[in-house]
C-alpha cells in the first residue's frame, strides 16, 4: 500500500519452475502454436485478450496503481491502453508475416520463410510490464509489480490461448531470470531493465547456449531547450519528461539543457511546475505522483540526491521526502552540476533532474552525448532546421521533437550505445522473433 504496508504474497518460482514453463511451451510450439497455429488463428486469440483487457480495462488498471504506486489514471489512459494497442497491432500483423521469392538462377527455386523461434524467454521490470506476442513465451514479471501478468495470464487462458504458449513465472532475478538467461532450450530472450542486468543477462546467454538476446535498458535521456523554444510548452513537456510516473521512466529526460539566455526564465518556471505537482494516494481523483515502486528503489534515489549534494551540486527543488509514511519522494531539481558527477552520468529511476546551461548548438550536442547511454532525446525549439538537425546529431534511438515520452505501437523503440540492442515495437521487431529460413529448389535434380 501506499504506507509500505503489504498488499498480498504470490508464490516464488524457482529454476525448476522455469525447466516446466519451457517444457509447456515447447509442447505448444510442437501441437497446437507455432507452425500448427495458422496466422489468423493467432491473431483472433490476440485480438480476443485485446477485447478482454478493454472490458477489464479499470481492474487492470487498478490492479497496476495498486501494485507500482502510479496513479490510476496514468495507469488506465497510458499503460494499460499502451498494452492494449501493442497487442491490436500486433494482432493485425499476425497473418502478415511473408518471406520473399529471390532469383537465383532459372533452374531453381529460393525463397525465405520466417518461421517462428520457438520458445521465448521475457524477462521484465516494474514500471511497465511490456507484453510480447508471437512464439510461446516463458515470461518472468518482476518480483516488485507480479500482479498484472499474472491477471493478463488469466485473460488469455479465457481469450482461448492454448496451454503453453503463455507461461508467467513470479520470482526473482538471481534464480527464475537467470534461469531463463541461460536456459538450453530457450532460443530468444527478450530482457527489459537496466544495463547492469542487462549485461548478466548477454553473458549467460552466450555461455548457455548463444541465445539471441534483445536488450532494452536504462537511459539518462537529454532534453535540450533552445532558446527560440515556445517556453510554456517547452517547461510543460520538460516537467512531464522527468517527473510523469515518479521518474521511473527509462525514458525520463532527466539532463535538462537549456540555453544560456532562456535558462533563468526557464528555471522559474519549471520550479513552479514541478512544484505544483500533487503527490499522494494514486486512487486519489488529482493525484499526480504517487510513491516511488520500493524501499529498495527509495534508498536508492535518495541515496543519489545525497551523492549530488556532497558533490557540490545546489538542490533548488526538493530533496527530500514527501510526507511521513511511504515512498514518497518531492520532485527534485539540481543545477550547479559538473559532467563527471553520479547525478549527471547516472540513471536515478526518480523524480530527480539536473538542468545545465549551455551556449549554443556545438556545446550541447557535445554535452548531451557525454553519456553511456542513448535511448531517447528531446529538443525543443521553433526552428525546425535547428531542431531536426540537433535530433539527427544525438545518439539516441527515439529523438523527439517539441515533445517528449510519445510511444506508439507502430514505432520501433530501443537504445544506441549502452541503452540497449535490437528494437521492439513497429515492424522492425517482428525481426527479433522469428527465424529466417533460406529455402533453395533445385527442380531438374541434376549437379
Ligand atoms: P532490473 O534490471 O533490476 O530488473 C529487471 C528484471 O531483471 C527483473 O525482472 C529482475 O528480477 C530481473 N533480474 C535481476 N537479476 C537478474 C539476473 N541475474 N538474471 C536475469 N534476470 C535478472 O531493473 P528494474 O529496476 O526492475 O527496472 C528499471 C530499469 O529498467 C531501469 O534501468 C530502466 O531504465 C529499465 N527499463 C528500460 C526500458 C526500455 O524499454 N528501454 C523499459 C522499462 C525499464
New binding site residues.
Partial sequence: MTDGSLITKVSEATAKDVDLAVAAAQKAVDTTWGLNAPGTLRAELLNKLANLMVQHKGELSAIEALDNGKTFGWAHDTDVTFAIDVIKYYAGWADKITGQTLETDERKLTYTRHEPIGVVGQ??????P?LATGNAIVL?????TPLTSLRMAALAHEAGFPPGVLNVLT????T??????AHPHIEKVA????????R??ME?AARSNLKEVT?????KSPNVVFDDADLEQAVNWSAHGIFWNHG?????GSRIFVQAGIYDEFLKRFTERARAIKLGDPFAAGTDQGPQ?SQI?YDRIMDYIASGKKAGATVHLGGDRFGTEGYFINPTIFTDTTPDMRIVQE?I?GPVGVVIKFEDEEDVIKQANDTMYG?AAAVFSKDLNRALKTAHKLRAGTAWVNCINQLHANVP???YKQ??IGR?LGEYALHHYTHVKAVHVNFDHKM
Fill in positions: 524477462i521484465l521490470p516494474w514500471n511497465f511490456p518472468k514479471s518482476s518480483e516488485f520470482g526473482y532475478g538471481n527464475v531470470g537467470a534461469a531463463i538467461a530482457f527489459t531493465g537496466s544495463t547492469l542486468v542487462g548478466k543477462v549467460a536488450l532494452e535498458l536504462g537511459g521511473q521512466a527509462c525514458t525520463a515502486v528503489q540513471e529511476f535511448l523503440f530501443g537504445g541503452s540497449g521492439e
